[in-house]
């Protein structure tokens, strides 16, 4: 099982969340007596039980955070949503669901076009959204009341790892004093602590502009950004609502007495 | 009796702890980490405050456990006092060792404690030690004279701070001559007199010159009488309805450690010091609440002394002296050979009858302690060394042989050598470290410079320091907690022996040399605190104390 974990590490050594989500998911597996059993039958069904029961969680986390956030949510603000994220998904359905009347404005998201996926789904919600460029984000945070954005990982430092653009957003909003929300689950909290940008592994992909970049232009191909703790307000977990600085807290007692 | 020792413990300002300690998340609902934190119970601490007495002060720091609020005023303690007071001289002379000496110079400290937080815990332990302090008296006979002055004075001191003495009260009344008992009553008349006429702060110094006016006839029942003396001029406050002076000082003194320009304060800590503090020349106003610089006078002094002390064993000794000259430096370092001294001592150690192990030993190392301190000032990583040590002393089983608890503490502190120093000591930068919401470094002077000017322009600043070295003491600049090094050594430039404008201005009225050792730097300058367990964001410090402390584990 150990092995199989380490494949999916490798598959996409990239991927923060996927790392620390495996790493805790080992943590959460092993962290049994299970193992002591003498019988390697009875010891494996219950690895593979607490194996089920992590994903049961997540997805329970999902709602957890939804639950959570809806305090903050109220009637007639607008949120700035950057990134398609799940979790922030699930807490604007939630909202929705809750007959509360707000509106999204997204950003466009270039060049995952995650503004447009995510405008799909909360048309379907009958949310009044707006799409926006990601350049407009400044034009329009006066008219915003709060930033919710996902995670793909947590930090020690408390700041988040997230899609490019994120830290531009938080420094705009941070400047105006509006608050930024993350959402993200437990299991995407990493034991990584990067001083600046320069200090993650490079998550390079290819970036299309429509037409063709003569050779000599240098493209920053960078998918992801790291967003220090300073610029984030609160960060919605299924371990409830923290500030940025609890983050380590949770990290320390996860990791060392186990 | 144990609530009270524990409130007493609670409400000292030395270890006060404001702020909330929340016990730690019950995740049972969700999540990864559920299976991790239970909040462990600290039922263990506080019962066995009743067994062992240097726990309360752990259990202050495992809050969890703790019922009482962070703030406490403590209920006044006549009763328990009163009693005890009034029964004279509760002491047993069927030791011989020098103890006496030992646990009332941690008294002192507990009067006017030393400059690091994690020995104020050391020395309220002590104080909390009555049986052993009170029950050994010395043979003062073989000493010089000299040093039976100090002990003797200690001993009057000592009694004013005694919250609990015991009740094993073997009146040695019948002992002391004619002669003694007049002196005695003489003592008490002038310390009544003097306690009316100026106050509270007094009567601790009068029966202090009591007992130097008494020093002549050295004999065992000295401090006996001494005893006397003190305990009935504190039972004759106590009925007048005052607290002795230690006592209330200690509950308003805003300052929990020793302030040098008190002046009553600094004679009671010279009149028992070991090591003589000579005065310094030109201190600086503003920084005279700490301990002034002595040029290395003492060092041939005390070497003359090296055969004479008892108290001290011999190796404990040797590494004082090698603070004071600065062969050994650094925090580290100075742990380390702090607690290979304790060792050795250890090994040497002999349980006289009639006494448990982990009181007397207790009481042993407190004696060391203070030798040290005022060799050179404790610093944090070898109070919380010390604390180390006291706790498993404390923990002790009392089944284990006097050889088998020996080795035990041996291997024990060798361990903690290792893995907490040496291994955690691959990168050393910063010397201490205190840690509360507004966390501080606490460093070699300079760094704070350093770490601003390296903030501006936006460079990370990275701390790397053991976690032992972390401590819950709070301290907002660098002035009320330092060390002051030779004054001398700012005015001359290494390398460059031209540079001499300074020569020679030491004796002027308008120009002090002030050369402070450590500074403060404040968390917002630090980027991330490289530990032994990890990269931990500077807010993360009172998370990593807090867990340290707990339960005593010392991961």
Same mark, same amino acid.
């Given at each position: ?21 495996c790493?805790?998911?080992?943590r959460?597996?092993?962290r ?8 390697f039958n009875?010891?494996?069904?219950r690895?593979?039980e ?14 957890i955070i939804?639950?959570l956030?809806?305090?903050?949510i109220?009637?007639g603000c ?52 707006k ?8 034009y ?20 988040i790892?997230n ?27 990493a034991?990584?602590y990067?001083l ?10 290819p970036?299309?502009?429509g037409?063709?970049i003569?050779?000599k232009v ?13 610029y ?8 409830g609502v ?12 996860l990791?060392?007495?186990? | 009796?144990?609530?009270r ?9 030395k270890?006060?702890?404001?702020g909330?300690?929340a ?7 969700s999540? +990864? =980490?559920?299976? /991790? ?7 263990? $601490? %506080?019962?066995?405050?009743a067994? @062992? !007495? ?6 202050d ?7 009482l +609020? =962070?703030?406490? /005023?403590?209920p ?5 006092? $009163? %009693?005890?007071?009034?029964?004279? @001289? !509760?002491?047993r002379?069927d030791?011989?060792s020098?103890?006496?000496g030992?646990n009332n ?8 404690s030393?400059?690091?937080?994690g ?11 009555p ?7 010395s ?13 003797v004075?200690?001993?009057?001191g000592?009694v ?12 040695l009344?019948?002992r ?7 002196a005695?009553?003489e ?19 009068t ?5 130097s ?16 003396d003190?305990a009935?001029?504190?039972s004759?406050?106590k ?9 209330d000082?200690?509950?308003?003194a805003?300052?929990p450690?020793m302030?040098?320009d ?25 920084f005279r609440?700490?301990?002034q610089y ?6 041939p002094d ?28 650094g925090g ?11 060792q050795?001592a250890?090994?040497d ?12 030993l ?8 203070s030798?040290?301190?005022?060799c050179r000032?404790?610093?944090?990583s ?9 706790n498993?002393i ?24 290792n ?6 000591d691959?990168?050393?930068l ?9 966390f501080?470094?606490?460093s070699?002077?300079?760094?704070a410079?350093?770490a601003?000017?390296a ?22 600049d660098?002035?009320?907690?330092n060390?002051?090094g ?12 031209d ?7 030491t ?5 002090q ?11 917002d ?6 530990t ?10 009172p ?9 005593q584990v010392w991961?």
């Open positions: 099982m150990f092995i199989r974990v380490c494949a999916y590490q490798s598959w996409d050594t990239t991927s923060i969340s996927l790392t620390a989500g790493d805790l998911f080992m959460y597996v092993t049994t007596s299970a193992l002591e059993y003498e019988d009875s010891a494996r069904s690895l593979i607490r194996a089920e029961k992590f994903g049961e969680i997540s997805s329970k986390a999902r709602r939804a639950m956030s809806q305090d903050s109220f009637y607008t949120i700035l949503v950057h990134g398609f994220s799940i979790v922030v998904l699930e807490v604007l359905k939630t909202a929705a669901q809750n007959k509360k009347l707000f509106r999204v404005f997204c950003t466009e998201g270039r060049p995952d076009r995650t503004g447009l996926r995510l405008s799909n789904e909360l048309a379907k919600l009958d949310v009044p959204v799409l926006l460029i990601d350049s407009a984000v400044a329009t945070m006066d008219e915003v009341d709060m930033v919710f954005v996902g995670a793909d990982g947590v930090v020690e430092s408390g700041g790892i899609m490019m653009g994120t830290f531009q957003i938080a420094l705009v909003a941070h400047s105006m004093n509006k608050p930024v929300y993350v959402a993200a689950e437990s299991y995407k909290f034991r990584l990067p600046d940008q320069k200090d993650m592994a490079p998550a390079l992909r970036i299309d502009f037409v063709p003569p050779s240098e493209v920053e191909r960078s998918a992801r950004i790291y967003t220090p703790p300073q984030l307000t609160l960060l919605f977990t299924d371990l923290l500030t940025p600085s609890v983050v380590s807290d949770e990290l320390i007692q990791y060392l007495w186990s | 009796m144990d609530s020792r524990a409130s007493r413990t609670v409400s000292d300002p270890i006060r702890q404001v909330f300690f016990p730690p998340p019950d995740r049972s609902f999540g +990864p =980490p559920d299976p /991790i934190s239970t909040s462990t119970p600290n039922p263990a $601490t %506080t019962t066995t405050a067994n @062992s !007495p240097s726990s309360p002060p752990i259990s720091l495992s809050p969890t456990g703790n019922s +609020p =962070p703030v406490m /005023i403590p006044p303690r006549h009763s328990s006092d $009163t %009693t005890h007071r009034l029964v004279p @001289s !509760p002491l002379r030791t011989l020098l103890t006496v030992s110079n941690n008294n002192n400290i507990n009067i006017s030393s400059p690091s937080g020995f104020d815990l050391t020395a309220v332990k002590a104080s909390s030690v049986a052993s302090g009170l029950t050994t008296v043979v003062l006979k073989t000493l010089p004279p000299g040093f039976t002055e100090t002990i004075e200690k001993v009057g000592s004013e701070m005694q919250n609990d003495l015991p009740a094993n009260s073997k009146p009344k019948e002391t001559s004619k002669a003694e008992r007049r005695l009553q003592a008490q008349r002038a310390a009544k007199a003097a306690a009316k006429a100026e106050g509270s702060k007094l009567p601790a110094t029966s202090g010159a009591a007992a006016a008494n020093v002549k006839p050295a004999k065992a029942t000295k401090p006996s009488s001494q005893k006397n003190s009935t001029v504190a004759s406050e009925k007048g309805g005052d607290r002795p002076p230690e006592k000082r200690k509950k308003d805003p300052h450690r302030q040098y008190d002046k009553s304060r600094v004679e009671k800590a010279k009149r028992r010091a070991v090591v003589k503090q000579t005065e310094a020349r030109n201190r600086v106003e503003l609440h700490l301990p002595e040029h290395g006078t003492q060092l005390l070497e003359s002394k090296f055969f004479q002390l008892d108290p001290v064993h011999p190796v404990v000794y040797k590494v004082g002296l090698q603070y004071i000259s600065g062969d050994i430096s580290n370092a100075r742990c380390i050979a702090m607690l290979q001294a304790f050795e250890i090994k150690y002999s349980t006289p009858d009639e006494k448990t192990v982990t009181r007397d207790t009481a042993k190392i407190n004696s060391y302690v030798f040290l301190n005022e000032p404790l610093s944090i070898m109070g919380n060394a010390i604390r180390f040590l006291k498993r404390a923990k002790l089983p009392l089944t284990l042989s006097e050889s088998e608890a020996k080795a035990f503490l041996q291997s024990d502190i060798e361990q903690f050598i893995e907490k120093i040496i291994l955690a691959k990168w050393t910063a010397q201490s470290l205190r840690g509360n919401f507004y501080v470094v606490y070699r002077v300079g760094t410079c350093v601003m000017v903030h501006e322009f936006r460079v990370p600043v990275l701390v790397c320091c053991e976690a032992y070295k972390f401590h819950e003491r709070v301290q907002l660098s002035i009320c907690s060390e002051l030779d004054p001398d050594a700012i005015s001359k430039v290494p390398g460059r022996e540079i001499n404008y300074l020569d020679g201005c004796n002027s009225e308008n120009l040399l002030l050369n402070l050792i450590y500074d403060a730097t404040p968390s300058y630090v980027s991330m605190i490289v032994d367990y990890g990269m931990v964001p500077p807010t993360s410090v998370v990593i104390v807090r867990e340290y402390c707990r339960d991961i």
